[in-house]
């Protein structure tokens, strides 16, 4: 996008409206930006490197998902493995992304897939619940993208910089835990998901013992399966219904 276009998208009330939106998650995505700066660094990762891994990955359940297994020596097939299966949820997001943006360059459609999140994809989905490409659609997105960037990125960056400064005692860790969880549950919008990440939890537990942190693997493949199931029952229930009462007429 060129300066004058991105000069004219912020200027555009659905600029504004995407950023308002996301004012609100914007205390636990900032609280979750910064236990993951920190742990990025306690966790024996040089500060340049840490940066470059903020600015670059721009993916906090992944990078939080890595880094026990980057401080352990995990195999590098198993910290791949793990963050792919983890972001595995943006290949949902995109198809769904596609009935908004399709017509838009691919240089964009890049973009807006690097700056997507889950908050950010949640905030869009209620304001625009009909796929179809609208005029607002894309001054919206990069209102709430920006928000979300700069909510996630200047936390984390401070939590890199100040890592040796920050004390273990002040409990960030929990601090995150409570955020993740803040960001969690306002994305539980039907049945599906909430078996999906009951699944999730109960496996976690249960794989708890498997080493190199297996045990998230475990969860993310069994709340996968989970979900679709569900989502597959749901539909055939749906088509179910629709035959009895196309028969019934």
Not at 18 to 33: E, F, K, Q, R, S
Not at 162 to 172: D, K, R
Not at 190 to 215: E, G, H, I, M, Y
Request: glycine share 10%; aromatic share 10%.
């Amino acid at each position: 996008m060129n300066l004058p276009a991105w000069r004219s998208q912020l200027h555009d009330p659905s600029f504004r409206q995407g950023a308002a939106d996301m004012l609100g998650a914007g205390l636990g995505v900032g609280a979750w930006g910064l236990v993951t700066g920190v742990a990025m660094v306690k966790g024996g990762m040089s500060t340049p490197l840490a940066l470059l891994m903020s600015l670059t990955v721009y993916a906090g359940s992944a990078q939080l998902a890595v880094l026990p297994l980057m401080v352990a020596g995990a195999p590098l097939w198993v910290i791949w493995l793990t963050a792919t299966c983890v972001n595995l949820r943006f290949v949902i997001f995109s198809s769904m992304w596609r009935s908004y943006f399709a017509h838009l360059p691919r240089r964009q459609r890049l973009a807006l897939g690097f700056f997507s999140g889950d908050v950010i994809f949640v905030a869009f989905m209620k304001r625009f619940p009909r796929p179809e490409p609208r005029p607002e659609q894309l001054p919206y997105f990069w209102g709430a993208a920006t928000t979300n960037w700069l909510a996630w990125q200047v936390p984390s960056i401070a939590g890199i910089i100040l890592a040796n400064t920050i004390p273990l005692s002040w409990g960030l860790g929990f601090a995150g835990v409570l955020a993740l969880l803040g960001i969690m549950l306002s994305m539980l919008g039907d049945r599906a998901s909430w078996l999906a990440t009951a699944v999730a939890c109960t496996a976690a537990v249960a794989a708890f013992a498997l080493p190199l942190k297996l045990n998230i693997l475990v969860a993310i493949a069994a709340a996968v399966t989970a979900g679709l199931a569900m989502e597959a029952g749901e539909r055939a229930l749906r088509r179910a219904r629709a035959r009895a009462a196309g028969s019934d007429t």
